[in-house]
């Protein structure tokens, strides 16, 4: 929930990319699809504390595996 009392469902995939774009399946569920690193989620202002929580975690994760 933000701070705002909004739910939301925060999903954040570990992997590595090897090529291609990323895309949309379903436009009516996904907002948007981007590759983008770890650096460039935390220091992007407008991005809600909750993702960048959660980004953080998962770089924890992905350094303490050799994915």
């Given amino acids: 929930m933000t701070e705002s009392g ?3 469902i ?3 995939f570990l992997c590595h990319h090897k090529a291609g774009e ?4 379903s436009k009516e569920e996904v907002d ?3 590759w983008v690193t770890t650096s460039e989620i ?4 407008e991005l809600p504390v ?3 929580e959660n980004i953080k975690l998962a ?3 992905l ?3 050799n994915l």
Wanted: no cysteine; charged share 25%; glycine share 4%.
């Fill in 6 to 8: 909004i739910h939301v």
């Fill in 10 to 12: 925060d999903i954040v």
């Fill in 22 to 25: 990323p895309y949309a399946k």
């Fill in 32 to 34: 948007d699809v981007m």
């Fill in 42 to 45: 935390l220091a992007h202002t």
């Fill in 50 to 52: 909750y993702l960048k």
């Fill in 59 to 61: 770089d924890k994760l």
């Fill in 63 to 65: 350094q303490g595996h």
